[in-house]
T-cell receptor
Framework: EPEVTQTPSHQVTQMGQEVILRCVPI?????FYWYRQILGQKVEFLVS????????KSEIFDDQFSVERPDGSNFTLKIRSTKLEDSAMYFC?????????????FGEGSRLTVL | KNEVEQSPQNLTAQEGEFITINCSYS?????LHWLQQHPGGGIVSLFM???GKKKHGRLIATINIQEKHSSLHITASHPRDSAVYIC???????????FGKGTHLIIQP
């Protein structure tokens, strides 16, 4: 069964460092998303990406964050100058159709710990 | 701002019991999603529905659009059903899902 894969599964970084979280969406999917879940809290939407550009972003997704699809398979989330409050599980998701029409497939998540 | 409320927050039941988890939302949606989050953190999509009822194995999801309410039922519950069940909604014209806080389900043998 096709799946969304994320790397790394866990990353520990020092405050102020830059991190890149990587995702390989399902190959024929067109819509890509990043979500985050701070420990003990609900999952929150960060950004959606379609046709090589951001289609929607939340208030959380400020200038500290960026997304990129550098090639035909990878979808990355870059977090610049990490802060303690960026510690969270980050989930990548993809769908064949726009959310609300197509089923969403999630990766296993990348746990980011900022010290 | 759309709010998604789930109940109960925590539920412990015995193996074999019929389980119901409820979800209410406050504005119009294009679809409602039921998700399962495993202890390791991974999220799996169980159902996406915009009307009526869907069934997959021992899981049943229903939605009442007029009442802005959905339920997830698990029949003949099993310890492997222990997980966090999350309700999330998508609004027409928006890409991001809005999530509930989840229901932590424990099924004891």
């Amino acid at each position: 069964e096709p799946e969304v894969t994320q790397t790394p599964s866990h990353q520990v970084t020092q405050m102020g460092q830059e991190v890149i979280l990587r995702c390989v969406p399902i190959s024929n999917h067109l819509y890509f998303y990043w979500y985050r879940q701070i420990l003990g809290q609900k999952v929150e939407f960060l950004v959606s990406f379609y046709n090589n550009e951001i289609s929607e972003k939340s208030e959380i997704f400020d200038d500290q964050f960026s997304v990129e699809r550098p090639d035909g398979s990878n979808f990355t989330l870059k977090i610049r100058s990490t802060k303690l409050e960026d510690s969270a599980m980050y989930f990548c998701a993809s769908s064949a159709d726009r959310v609300g029409t197509g089923e969403l497939f999630f990766g296993e998540g990348s746990r980011l710990t900022v010290l | 701002k759309n709010e998604v409320e789930q109940s109960p927050q925590n539920l412990t039941a015995q193996e074999g019991e019929f389980i119901t988890i409820n979800c209410s939302y406050s504005v119009g949606i294009s679809a409602l999603h039921w998700l399962q989050q495993h202890p390791g953190g991974g999220i799996v999509s169980l159902f996406m529905l915009s009307s009526g009822k869907k069934k997959h194995g021992r899981l049943i999801a229903t939605i009442n659009i007029q009442e802005k309410h959905s339920s997830l039922h698990i029949t003949a519950s099993h310890p492997r059903d222990s997980a966090v069940y999350i309700c999330a909604v998508s609004r027409g014209g928006a890409d991001g899902l809005t999530f509930g806080k989840g229901t932590h389900l424990i099924i004891q043998p």
